[in-house]
């Protein structure tokens, strides 16, 4: 599977984004879930939310609670991903990620840039 991240870029203070990962390639039928990261500079990566497949069971972290949704989009293969009130401190490269199982590895896409200037 190969995925797509796009909808970074440079936004204001209090705005709001939406990112894209779409994936590709002959094992999509297969994706168990996907998922949201962020890592911004000199920290770690950090979980945002998850969802499966099929739309079920989307699970959003405490830490942006109310300010993230996470929705599938299946005319596109994707999962999209809508953050409002952006602060600065959300400024960070975003990830989305898929799981073919359970109990296997994340499977990561390339990063896109997100940077909320005050």
């Known amino acids: 599977v190969q995925l797509q991240a796009s909808g970074g870029g440079l936004v204001q203070d209090g705005a709001s984004l939406r990112l894209s990962c779409e994936a590709s390639g002959r094992s999509v039928s297969g994706i168990y879930k996907m998922a949201w990261f962020r890592q911004a500079p000199g920290k770690e990566h950090e979980f945002l939310a998850s969802i499966a497949w099929d739309g079920r069971n989307p699970n959003v972290a405490d830490s942006v609670k109310g300010r993230l949704t996470i929705s599938r989009d299946y005319a596109k293969n994707a999962v999209d991903m809508q953050m409002n009130s952006l602060k600065p401190e959300d400024t960070a490269v975003y990830y989305c990620?898929?799981?073919?199982?359970?109990?296997?590895?994340?499977?990561w896409g390339q990063g896109t840039l997100v940077t909320v200037s005050s």
């Open positions: 990620a898929t799981k073919m199982g359970t109990h296997t590895p994340w499977v």
